[in-house]
């Protein structure tokens, strides 16, 4: 049904860069053969999943939405999508994105943009949206994404699906094409939060693969979802609430603090005081990180490699700037420029550094609000989902709508995105912010207010 749903909309959606639709079904009935003999199939068996083009797919194209990827077939599976096969799913393709994830409304693709399935005039977000698009528009069950400054969170939040991200650690990026190594982590886009216990129960725990993987127990997340929440103390963080917040929005989004507040939770206002730094260190920190991470894509050892002409070969240096001028997109190239400057001789100490030391002050801040609160929250995204088009020319004002989501990755946290209610027909999100590893609190809370 999830397949003939994407022969009906994905015309409309554009959520897919590839369906692998005999995969798919080929892994529906070796469950059904599973069933039959009655031998364990897995806690996801049989259920449809999409998984955002940056997750290394073992003979599936894995293109990041870069040409730089196009024809790129890895050998080999993220852990995740391991993990995911061992729990019975059903994966039924690969999801659009910004290119290597670097955007906020899956515009920056080089092969199409995605709708958002609530109005088709508009973006559905980014840089998961084709994974939130999908989920909303029924062209998956649920899906994968990655996150790094809220690319599932704010995608999440304008199409009206739950969507987290997990704390750093405690979800394997091996197999995850690096856009920042120390901001990036996979997470879910579900439809409801049980949903997203269950993906966290599949994906969730210790992978010797990848180093910055927490050697810890997982619980069995579902056990958090009891429905009851009283005494949770939960702080409304007042910055996220000013000026730069859409006053409809803000309205929702209070209105679902009242919610929690109704629901036994012991809320109060609080004030986060470096807030108002972390887009400039993020886009300092990120595409520093970027512009390390992509150098990789050199031409010689995969991806796509510029033409040789005929009867001039290239030397080394031409090949390099010829397969990175036309493999990579406007808006990586504008990371790894950035990147590259605030990493150089000269300007590290300046902007690398001076970064690096107020990404501890948000942790120090994170730290002291969680000795007096269980969570935090806050909108999801400053803006409702932007019409197409309308910001393609405008990085600055789409660096600024991440204002909300980065901090979190910055200080390496768990959060999550909940639909909360609508302004003008369109999809609200609210987020809700744990200490590390406190994702069993975060989906405590989440279940009982949804
Ligand atoms: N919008 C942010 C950026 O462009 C976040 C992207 C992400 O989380 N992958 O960097």
Known sequence: SVLRRIDQVEEDVRAYLTVTRDRALAAARAVDARRQKEEDSG???????????????????????????????????ATVVEKLYQAGAVVTGKLNMDEFAMGSTTEYSAFFPTR??????????????????????????????????????????????????????????????????????????????????????????HDPLDSTSVPMEVPDYTSFLTGEMKGKRIGVIKEMFDEGLDPEMAEVVKKGVKKLEELGGIVEECSFPHAEYAIAIYYIIAPAEASSNLARFDGIRYGYRANQEEGKELDLQELYLRTRS??????????ILVGTYALSSGYYDAYYLKALKVRTLIREDYRRLFQNFDLLVSPTAPCLPFPLGEKLDDPIVLYLADVYTVPVNLAGLPAISLPCGFVRGLPVGMQLIAPAFKEGDLLQVAYAFE
Request: glycine content about 14%; aromatic content about 6%.
């Open 116 to 205: 958002n399935p609530w109005d088709l005039s508009r973006v559905p977000g980014g840089s998961s949206g084709g994974a939130a698009a999908a989920v909303a528009a029924g062209e998956a069950i649920y899906a994968l994404g990655s996150d790094t400054g809220g690319s599932i969170r704010q995608p999440a939040s304008f199409c009206g699906v739950v969507g987290m991200k997990p704390t750093y650690g405690l979800v394997s990026r091996y197999g995850l094409v690096a856009f920042a190594s120390s901001l990036d982590q996979v997470g879910s886009l579900t439809k409801d939060v049980r949903d997203c216990a269950l993906v966290l129960n599949a994906i969730a725990g």
């Open 326 to 335: 036309e493999g990579f997109g406007p808006e990586v190239k504008r990371r």
């Open 43 to 77: 806690p996801l068996a049989g259920i449809p999943v999409g998984l955002k083009d940056n997750l290394c797919t073992q003979g599936v194209r894995t293109t990041c939405a870069s040409r730089m990827l196009e024809n790129f077939v890895p050998p080999y599976n």
